[in-house]
């Protein structure tokens, strides 16, 4: 069935680059998302990659796409404290119809 | 920039308990999804609903829950008889078309005590 991992943690110190990555199983993804949740907050939409694409970049966000592998990763550069929140990946798949399959959530703290 | 609201916020109720939760979805929006989250846990899709209909659900969207447009603005999420395990964030979505981005709301953290 349709499945998103993500490791559950990741810490990293103010100005450096985190990264976060993703794997899923549907071959048929058209669109994957990275969305963040701060405490108490909703989701909010950050960026997204079309799945023929292999990058896209948006000032300090940058997607990079491996479809052979279904390895999603996002990458923050210059990392600030006010990144630290849950970085949840997301496919849209095509069953009936599009919904979202997200995965469990990434844990970015950031340390000054 | 436009958004999707939904009220309340939190709400807590007593088990057995009917609950309402509201949203409004984006004005020109024509699909409309909740996903909710419990605590710890992923994000999971409920329903869609489209032209006044479901278009979708999942198996945890059993007959305890219903969904409705009841005006051309609000779009809710009834829990009819609330249990223990029903706690949980509530997000409401809507999009464009079906294979539009969607966009979500701040969600309803739901507390059935």
């Known amino acids: 069935g349709e499945d998103v991992e993500q490791s559950l943690f990741l810490s990293v110190r103010e100005g450096d680059s985190s990264v976060i990555n993703c794997t899923y199983t549907?071959?048929?993804?058209?669109?994957l998302y990275w969305y963040k949740q701060e405490p108490g907050a909703g989701l909010q939409l950050l960026t997204y990659?079309?799945?023929?694409?292999d990058m896209k970049q948006d000032q300090r966000l940058t997607v990079l796409l491996n479809k052979k592998d279904k390895h999603l990763s996002l990458r923050i550069a210059d990392t600030q404290t006010g990144d630290s929140a849950i970085y949840f990946c997301a496919e849209k798949v095509t069953s009936g119809t599009y919904k979202y399959i997200f995965g469990t959530g990434t844990r970015l703290k950031v340390l000054a | 920039e436009p958004e999707v609201t939904q009220t309340p916020s939190h709400q807590v109720t007593q088990m057995g308990q009917e609950v309402i939760l509201r949203c409004v979805p984006i004005s020109n929006h024509l699909y409309f999804y909740w996903y909710r989250q419990i605590l710890g846990q992923k994000v999971e899709f409920l329903v869609s609903?489209?032209?006044?209909?479901?278009?979708?659900k999942s198996e945890i969207f059993d007959d305890q829950f219903s969904v409705e447009r009841p005006d051309g603005s609000n779009f809710t999420l009834k829990i009819r008889s609330t249990k223990l395990e029903d706690s949980a964030m509530y997000f409401c979505?809507?999009?464009?078309?079906?294979?539009?981005?969607?966009?979500f709301g701040e969600g309803s953290w739901l507390t059935v005590v």
């Open positions: 549907d071959s048929s993804s058209t669109y």
């Open positions: 609903f489209y032209n006044n209909e479901i278009s979708e």
């Open positions: 990659i079309f799945s023929n694409m």
């Open positions: 979505a809507s999009s464009v078309g079906t294979g539009e981005t969607i966009y």
